[in-house]
């Protein structure tokens, strides 16, 4: 087991979705949140996930993860973070802004935030990952990255501005050139510097996920990543490319060159996933990508991060399922399970298990 974990002691909630008040103490390893279809078991998740990142899992806005029947929702946790504990704090008015606290303070931006609390998630919908659009890869990417380095989100946040500008100029009828020129400057500096985060990134996840794929498929079946960026090159190559593209985009109407383009590609015994892969197996690389970040959260910040995983055994057949469970008992850490099924969850040690009911969490009998 890593030398450092963080753990939620204790958990709060009130006004979130369909929870009725809940005051809940997690064990330090396995927490298995076990109910029917419907019952809150995603969203009990959520706030977990939401107290870890400051943003919703499922892209929700803010009024809909108020409960129908009340006009704000407050999460609260006590982190053990291996010095002393953490107050979290989230409250969610159905109007007005969202407000963080952090030991009863509101932390100064969101990279504070994210270097006291990292978590890693599983959900359904991230098999898109591996079948849907190259967004969702780019995502995956940045939202780690902005989990390990308080630079990259200014670079990104920087990056995103410049290309928006930019797109706008663009559709102009008469585009003022000298703008245009001062934000391909842009695009092109923070640009190079995002292509660089990302591509080590890959580079690191790459033999973990390798690893952990081989692990759950149980069988020789090798999983390559690459970075794929629009432009090969740095910030010279970048800026190249950009200049050249010029009317191009005049035409077209938006920037069709930079790292708001660029792809991860996922091969499977040297075919690409995308297109190929089964149902199963797509679900064992997005399973594997997990344990990849959360390999590599545990070697940049130095303690292992929560996991929580939605809904993760259906559609792994059993020996698969096995695999898996004995993998994640290695990893370490705090973990948290939905299902429907707690009977699939082949886990023996270090279990605590709670039953979810119409929005009631309990410890099962
Ligand atoms: N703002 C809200 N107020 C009240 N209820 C809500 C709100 N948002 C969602 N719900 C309800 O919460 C219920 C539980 O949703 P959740 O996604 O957590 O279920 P689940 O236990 O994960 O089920 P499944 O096994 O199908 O994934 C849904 O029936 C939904 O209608
Ligand atoms: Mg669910």
């Known amino acids: 087991m890593a030398e450092a974990a963080l753990r939620f002691m204790r958990l709060y909630a009130r006004g979130f979705r369909n929870l009725e008040r809940l005051d809940l103490e997690p064990g330090p390893r396995f927490n298995v949140l076990s109910g029917d279809n419907g019952a809150g078991k995603s969203n009990l998740l959520e706030a977990l996930y939401l107290l870890g990142v400051g943003r919703s899992f499922r892209g929700a806005a803010k009024a809909d993860m108020v409960r129908l029947d009340e006009d704000e929702a407050t999460l609260e946790a006590l982190l053990d973070s291996g010095t002393a504990p953490r107050r979290l704090g989230l409250r969610l008015p159905r109007r007005g802004s969202r407000r963080l606290l952090l030991d009863g303070k509101r932390p100064r931006s969101l990279a504070v935030w994210h270097a006291a609390v990292q978590v890693v998630l599983f959900h359904p919908g991230h098999l898109a990952l591996s079948t849907g659009g190259s967004e969702l890869r780019r995502a995956f990417l940045d939202r780690m990255l902005e989990q390990m380095s308080p630079s990259y989100a200014s670079n990104l946040s920087c990056y995103t501005r410049a290309l928006k500008s930019r797109n706008r100029l663009l559709k102009d009828e008469t585009p003022d050139g000298r703008a245009l020129l001062a934000y391909a400057e842009i695009l092109a500096r923070e640009g190079a510097e995002l292509v660089r985060e990302r591509a080590t990134l890959v580079e690191e996840l790459h033999p973990k996920a390798e690893r952990a794929f081989e692990e759950i498929s149980g069988a020789a079946?090798?999983?390559?990543?690459?970075?794929?960026?629009?432009?090969?090159?740095?910030?010279?190559?970048?800026?190249?490319?950009?200049?050249?593209?010029?009317?191009?985009?005049?035409?077209?109407?938006?920037?069709?060159?930079?790292?708001?383009?660029?792809?991860?590609?996922?091969?499977?015994?040297q075919v690409s996933a995308r297109h190929y892969a089964s149902q199963g197996q797509h679900r064992a690389l997005v399973l594997s990508l997990k344990v990849a970040e959360l390999d590599t959260l545990t070697k940049r910040v130095g303690r292992t991060p929560i996991l929580l995983l939605d809904d993760v055994s259906s559609e792994l057949d059993r020996s698969k399922s096995r695999r898996l469970f004995s993998l994640l008992a290695r990893l370490g850490g705090q973990i948290f399970l939905t299902t429907t099924h707690p009977e699939f969850i082949l886990l023996d040690e270090h279990r605590v298990d709670f039953e979810v009911k119409e929005g009631r969490v309990t410890p099962a009998r």
């Open 221 to 269: 079946t090798k999983l390559e990543l690459r970075y794929l960026p629009r432009v090969e090159g740095g910030e010279e190559q970048l800026r190249e490319a950009i200049a050249a593209s010029l009317s191009e985009d005049l035409r077209r109407g938006y920037t069709t060159q930079g790292p708001h383009l660029d792809d991860v590609t996922f091969t499977v015994s």
